[in-house]
């Protein structure tokens, strides 16, 4: 089992900056991609972006390419989400998640593991 656990949400104003951290934990060795989902109330879990654990391939939502950027740290067995330009719609709760293949990362249903999310408002 491999345990994720999200820190750095809060409230920013529009266009602000946040980073989002997710520290992976248990049977880290069998990871190969990580994602990052968002929430809002009254929505759907929504696709944001998704990395490979070894060799750090990208793949981002329309909706966020240009002002997010997902990495990670292989070392310290955390993923980062580096928001930038952040936009009142913008504003849920962000889950990390991960899974041994990397096969349609778009989908929620693709991965095994779930943190328990952390809130993000942009509100002026």
């Known amino acids: 089992q491999v345990q994720l656990v999200e820190s750095g949400g809060g409230l920013v104003q529009p266009g602000g900056s946040l980073r989002l951290s997710c520290a992976a934990s248990?049977?880290?060795?069998?990871?190969?991609?990580m994602g990052w989902f968002r929430q809002a109330p009254g929505k759907e879990r929504e696709f944001v972006a998704a990395?490979?654990?070894?060799?750090?391939?990208?793949y981002y939502a329309d909706s966020v390419k240009g002002r997010f950027t997902i990495s990670r740290d292989n070392a310290k067995n955390t993923v980062y989400l580096q928001m930038n330009s952040l936009k009142p719609e913008d504003t849920a709760v962000y889950y990390c998640a991960s899974d041994r293949i990397w096969r349609n990362v778009w989908r929620a249903e693709s991965y095994g593991s779930w943190g328990q999310g952390t809130q993000v408002t942009v509100s002026s």
């Open positions: 990395i490979t654990w070894i060799d750090g391939v990208t």
């Open positions: 248990g049977r880290t060795f069998s990871i190969y991609v």
